[in-house]
């Protein structure tokens, strides 16, 4: 099994907009749902946006209307847009293919950190 790589990740002033993105070389003959997550020091696990393989979003109530999951050209890729940021998104964000039940399909990656500075 193959994680995925996220990239993008960065200092931004609070208002301020990041791009991140993602991708798992291993997922290439089928296309899954896709998730973004988060974990912030001292803080359990967030999941904060998630593309079905039909298209379909859902975003957690922290983010919504902030950011913008979509699917990337290579298969099983995904980007986050996340526009007025918050210093509460400070945080490391991971991507991976949730299965359901907290299960996910790929070992975790490094992740990407956001800090944003207010």
């Known amino acids: 099994q193959v994680p995925f790589v996220e990239s993008g990740g960065g200092l931004v002033q609070a208002g301020g907009s990041l791009s991140l993105s993602c991708v798992n070389s291993g997922f290439t003959s089928e296309i899954f749902a896709i998730a973004w997550y988060r974990r912030a020091p001292g803080k359990e696990s967030e999941r904060v946006a998630t593309?079905?393989?039909?298209?379909?979003?859902d975003y957690s109530d922290s983010v919504k209307g902030r950011f913008t999951i979509s699917r990337g050209d290579a298969r099983n890729s995904a980007y986050l847009q996340m526009n007025s940021l918050k210093p509460e998104d400070t945080a490391v964000y991971y991507c991976?293919?949730?299965?359901?039940?907290?299960?996910?399909?790929?070992?975790w990656g490094p992740g990407t950190q956001v800090t944003v500075s207010s």
């Open positions: 991976n293919a949730p299965v359901g039940g907290g299960i996910v399909r790929a070992p």
């Open positions: 593309i079905a393989p039909s298209g379909d979003t």
